[in-house]
């Protein structure tokens, strides 16, 4: 899960890549704040809409949608897309602007199984807010005391960021899981040190 940034695609060719909502959702907002294009208040309603829809269907049980319901997913999205191109050409006249929209437009066309992505595969997130979370302490480490005083020392530090970012995902108490490891560490299949 990721913002579309090109390296990514090409670092993790065999990954299975989704894109981040969150920053299509910003990026449609700006389109409806700042060039009053309606159809993106359309799409950002309709990428809500699939949110709401998977996390309900998540909610009772359902572990993933049939083919039928993928293909009118995938017809709405594709009829937006057409909607949205004709709105450019008709409201947008400067010719900079309409290629930067036009860029976007053919992001979503191009990419629309990765920001769909949580639509086929119910494990995969919405956003990449989370990973970005995680990178947030890093920054913040570095932010405070300048850099990291050497490779050994970063390393650590990473170690037990990745060890309390995956215990908090798997839902377990941080404190008793770092006070096991300390006493255990073998449990765990990590060492430090």
């Given at each position: ?71 009118r997913y995938r017809r709405v999205w594709h009829e937006l897309l057409a909607k949205f191109e004709r ?107």
């Open positions: 899960m990721h913002d579309c940034w090109k390296t990514y695609f090409s670092s993790a060719v065999n990954a299975q890549h989704g894109l981040c909502n969150a920053h299509i959702l910003r990026e449609l907002k700006a389109l409806v704040e700042y060039d009053k294009l309606a159809v993106a208040e359309e799409l950002r309603c309709y990428i809500k809409q699939m949110i709401k829809e998977v996390d309900d269907a998540k909610s009772i049980g359902i572990a993933g949608f049939k083919s039928g319901e993928l293909r709105e450019i050409t008709t409201k947008i006249t400067d010719e900079e602007r309409n290629q930067e929209i036009n860029a976007i437009l053919n992001r979503l066309r191009k990419y629309q199984r990765e920001y769909m992505a949580f639509v086929y595969d119910f494990e995969m997130p919405t956003t990449n807010n989370q990973a970005e979370r995680d990178i947030r302490m890093i920054k913040l480490r570095q932010k405070i005391s300048g850099c990291f005083r050497n490779k050994e020392y970063a390393g650590y530090f990473l170690r037990i960021r990745g060890f309390i970012s995956t215990m908090k995902k798997q839902g377990l108490d941080i404190l008793d899981s770092l006070k096991r490891i300390i006493i255990n560490p073998h449990d765990y299949n990590l060492v430090i040190g």
